[in-house]
């Protein structure tokens, strides 16, 4: 070794331990993992959502995080599969992080959420949480509900019931026809629709109720052709992701011109593929204010400063900053990040959350107790625009928290 | 039932000539090297991407001819520089490094472009309904696409059975070594193969891209469908590949039309099946919620049955 060369890298060795030393923190971080999509036809849905996650982190770390510790997000690819996320899952309980959160695809929130509970019941000692912000399959807080979940989304039978609400009042509507995604999620969409529908609305036939395979569909004409053959007036779809942004253009080509009534038809490049065509006629239920066209000052300013960062995506999913905020008030509660004591913070918990409403966590079921509301597709009086295209969504009615709430069939079994 | 029977045909024509264009390169490059090439769909996607890019700055036209050559350029480089050098370890190196080019295309378009679908837009020339039957439209896109898929298909059957070239190339698929001896350079003819494949797949992309969405995943989607075209019609074969893709193209769309299942099938002759029976989910389904698996369902079957699929000679 030349003498210039060894200099340099005694040089280098100095600064590197130099470096080790400073940066030994007081306090590790408190780990919460983030297991989504993160490659494959959901991998837009699954990044935004991990942006989501990072930029309320950023918000809680710069106020000084958590029990004077840094919460740390740990991003983990489960490709939507049920088999990947117990994968991912068990690597999660091997490095001991305490938090898990998932939303997309209730086939995996299910998955998750039994592997948590025999995992919690048996090992005492290092439980894990299981924090859904999107998956919303009734199920969850219902028949297969227990205490290790906790959800902050509005389930599906709550938005179906603020939806069906909306459609009751459009006498034009006679014949409806429903479409979604072959799995737990697409189910209890359609099978809500008949009930409620039914209920509000016995003159409306349904002509078609139709499933198809999750991400697996390239081209919905034909779907689309169907749907005009059935003479449909309207159109209900819990689509997400791939299959929402591919539906709406199929729709679009094929001159389908009938008002939608969509769980998720918006941001990740949706509402750019629904572009014109879809002015005043896509309507979308959510749990959150919608931006416009006067969006509540928290809000506002979060999205500006989302916006900032990522010019490109949307703050779509308001509920993310809900949950994680709900978990650090947890935490702090609680005064450690013990799972059960954190568990026990989070049952009754209230907080306000970006719309400046008031939420509650159900003890009962987990779920959490929210307003909904519901807005339309256009770009009149847009301040807040998705997918930076001009259009966005335009709040149209709210329903309160009381009035949204739902029954549980929950038997909640609490660990002694 | 006129509408849906004509849109469905229609609709049908225009996915099967789009899996057309994917799969001719596919079965050329396979009857060429014996190799499925894993990475020919991420060409597919390079296309896309590559027109949606340069579609920004000098406009869809010139665009659809420049990407295609682009990417043609670089399937002629992966072939040069890659696949020629592992070809002597076998069949097995070069599927892996096919397997490996799929998974660096797909990181390197989610580095450059993201993860987020692209709001790639059909031009604006286009983006109007050419005709209207009832209540239903035909975009004037589609009617493009069918043009230039049949457009495409004429000009590699000319150059492969009325020219020099294609005579060469015809050779050098089944007799390589007298064609060496003959004079040719044979693996320059499999880097041309190999560009022009490439090149073709690319252009499926770049038309492809507006109707059926531009994201990181849109290889992984189209990839497995372009196999089963290819077995079905037969490995090697041109014809096969045409017939096959339609036939997939029309029964995938007209399966999504029917709503007919086994115990509807039955009820209908006059046999009902007992609800509580644990067989009763099954007849439930239906024709149109299985049809995205009935592709793979005709694939297995080929290969029971035919093995060689519709016009190839040799069995996979």
Request: hydrophobic share 50%.
């Amino acid at each position: 070794m030349s003498k210039p060369k060894s200099v340099l890298v005694l040089a280098v060795i100095v600064t590197l331990l130099a470096g080790l030393a400073s940066s030994a923190t007081p306090a590790d971080p408190i780990r919460i993992a983030y297991v989504d999509p993160l490659s494959g036809p959901f991998a837009a849905t699954g990044e935004n959502g991990l942006n989501q996650f990072k930029y309320a982190t950023d918000a809680i770390n710069k106020a000084g995080g958590v029990l004077g510790r840094q919460l740390e997000i740990v991003p983990l690819d489960n490709k939507v599969s049920p088999q990947e996320s117990l994968i991912q899952l068990k690597k999660v309980i091997g490095d001991g992080i305490p938090f898990v959160f998932q939303g997309n695809s209730s086939g995996v929130a299910h998955a998750i959420s039994d592997a948590v509970q025999k995992h919690n019941e048996r090992n005492a000692g290092d439980r894990v949480l299981y924090l859904n912000y999107s998956a919303v399959d009734p199920a969850l807080t219902n028949e297969k509900c227990h205490y290790w979940h906790f959800r902050f989304d509005a389930h599906a039978d709550m938005k179906m019931a603020a939806l069906t609400d909306v459609i009751a009042t459009n006498k034009g509507i006679k014949k409806m026809y429903i479409i979604g995604q072959d799995y737990s999620f697409g189910k209890a969409v359609a099978e809500a629709a008949v009930a409620m529908l039914g209920k509000k609305r016995p003159d409306i036939t349904i002509v078609g109720n139709e499933l198809h395979p999750i991400g697996k569909v390239k081209d919905f004409s034909p779907y689309v052709q169907k749907i005009v053959a059935a003479g449909a007036d309207a159109v209900i779809t819990g689509n997400w992701g791939a299959d929402m942004i591919a539906l709406a253009k199929a729709a679009n080509d094929g001159g389908l011109k009938v008002p939608f009534y969509t769980y998720y038809a918006a941001s990740d490049g949706v509402t750019a593929a629904i572009g014109a065509a879809g002015i005043d006629r896509i309507r979308l239920v959510h749990e959150s204010h919608p931006g416009n066209p006067n969006a509540p000052k928290a809000l506002s300013d979060y999205i500006i400063g989302y916006r900032k960062l990522h010019p490109q995506n949307d703050v779509n999913q308001p509920r993310i900053h809900t949950g994680l905020n709900m978990l650090a008030q947890a935490i702090k509660r609680a005064g450690t990040t013990d799972v059960d004591k954190v568990a026990a913070a989070l049952e009754g918990a209230e907080f306000t959350n970006l719309s400046g409403d008031q939420v509650v966590m159900r003890r009962e079921d987990h779920q959490l107790q929210m307003p909904i509301y519901i807005s339309v597709h256009t770009n009149k009086n847009i301040k807040h625009d998705l997918d930076a295209s001009g259009f966005g969504l335009s709040l149209e009615s709210k329903v309160d928290r009381d009035k949204a709430t739902q029954p549980s069939t929950c038997k909640m079994q609490r660990p002694s | 039932m006129f509408q849906l029977i004509f849109f469905s045909l229609l609709n049908g024509l225009v996915y099967g000539m789009l899996l057309f264009m994917l799969s001719s390169g596919l079965t050329l490059i396979f009857g060429m090297m014996g190799v499925l090439n894993f990475a020919h769909a991420s060409f597919y996607m390079l296309g896309a991407y590559f027109a949606f890019t340069l579609g920004l700055h000098i406009g869809f036209w010139p665009a659809l001819v420049i990407a295609p050559v682009l990417v043609g350029l670089l399937g002629a480089l992966v072939e040069r520089q890659g696949l020629r050098r592992v070809h002597g370890f076998g069949h097995i190196a070069e599927l892996i490094f096919t397997f490996g080019v799929a998974i660096l295309i797909e990181e390197v378009v989610q580095l450059v472009w993201g993860r987020p679908a692209k709001s790639y837009q059909v031009p604006v020339l286009l983006d109007f309904p050419l005709f209207r039957v009832m209540s239903s439209s035909f975009p004037a896109y589609k009617a493009f696409m069918l043009v230039v898929a049949v457009a495409i298909f004429a000009f590699i059957f000319v150059i492969l059975t009325r020219t020099r070239a294609g005579l060469i190339i015809q050779a050098s698929l089944t007799h390589p070594g007298m064609v060496a001896m003959l004079g040719h350079n044979v693996p320059r003819v499999f880097m041309v193969v190999f560009g022009i494949g490439s090149a073709l797949a690319a252009l499926a992309g770049v038309i492809a891209g507006p109707v059926l969405g531009t994201f990181p995943g849109m290889a992984q989607v189209l990839g497995s469908i372009v196999f089963v075209v290819v077995v079905i019609g037969g490995l090697g074969s041109l014809t096969g590949a045409f017939v096959a893709s339609l036939l997939i193209g029309i029964v995938q769309t007209f399966a999504v039309a029917m709503d007919v299942s086994v115990g509807g099938a039955l009820a209908a002759v006059g046999v009902h099946v007992n609800p509580g029976s644990a067989l009763h989910d099954l007849w439930k389904v239906t024709i149109a919620q299985v049809a995205p698996i009935l592709p793979y369902v005709l694939l297995v079957l080929m290969l029971i049955v035919r093995p060689t699929g519709l016009f190839g000679t040799r069995e996979t």
